[in-house]
């Protein structure tokens, strides 16, 4: 079936130190793939998306490339803020309808 | 702004009690609507998936009887814990399918807690 499988956290760093969280997937079809970002106390809010082979998403300063020969849709960010502190999860949906999720990536940023 | 809303936001009830969870769609008609359940420090799991006027599809052991889900209108569904116990304290958070113009969107939104004493 499909799943996704992501980096496991916590993941501490310093401002404006280089982000990598990995994500990669197994899936049926041709899904989309996304991040979705979990502030302390909020649900959960779309980061970007891709929804083919070799397109990346980007927001935020956040990256995403689409890797069909490698199954992966890795997050980077070029240099992470204190305001980036949140929990990340990668997913996937082929359908449109149910969207599988990874256990998420908690990440916090020290000044 | 906010394009799906959930009420209550937090929500702290007796066992044995029922409590219901309102999602709606703000800008647009949601044909489907999904529910699902975060535990901490956990990924979200899928509960149940309805569409607007039928009856919710639910995933594999997720009682029926315990979490009714309503989807009456293109913008309302309500999900019922019913008879509430501590093992139902979780993060409730549904999400929202539907066409906005011509575009078909999905938003998530921002959840319910739920704590059962």
């Known amino acids: 079936g499909d799943s996704v499988t992501q980096m496991e956290g916590p993941v501490t760093l310093s401002e404006e130190a280089f982000l990598t969280i990995n994500c990669t997937y197994t899936?049926?079809?041709?899904?989309?793939l996304f991040w979705y970002v979990q502030y302390p106390g909020e649900g959960l809010q779309l980061l970007l998306k891709?929804?083919?082979?070799?397109d990346k998403g980007s927001n935020k300063g956040f990256e995403a490339t689409y890797r069909k020969e490698t199954t992966s849709f890795h997050l980077e960010k070029g240099s992470v803020q204190v305001s980036d502190s949140a929990v990340y999860f990668c997913a996937l949906s082929t359908t449109g309808n149910q969207f599988y999720f990874g256990t998420g990536t908690s990440l916090t940023v020290i000044p | 702004g906010a394009v799906v809303s959930q009420h209550p936001s937090r929500v702290i009830c007796k066992s044995g009690t029922s409590v219901k969870i309102e999602c709606r769609s703000l800008?647009?008609?949601?044909?489907?609507m999904f529910w699902y359940r975060q535990f901490p420090k956990q990924s979200l799991m899928l509960m149940a998936t309805s569409n607007e006027g039928s009856k919710a599809t639910y995933e594999q052991g997720v009682e029926k009887d315990k979490f009714l889900i309503n989807h009456a209108s293109l913008t309302l569904s309500t999900l019922t814990v019913t008879s509430a116990h501590p093992e139902d304290s979780s993060f409730y958070i549904c999400?929202?399918?539907?066409?906005?113009?011509?575009?078909?969107?999905?938003?998530f939104g921002p959840g319910t807690r739920l704590l059962v004493l």
């Open positions: 800008d647009f008609q949601a044909t489907t």
């Open positions: 891709a929804t083919k082979a070799d």
């Open positions: 899936a049926t079809g041709y899904p989309s």
């Open positions: 999400s929202a399918r539907g066409a906005s113009g011509r575009r078909e969107t999905q938003y």
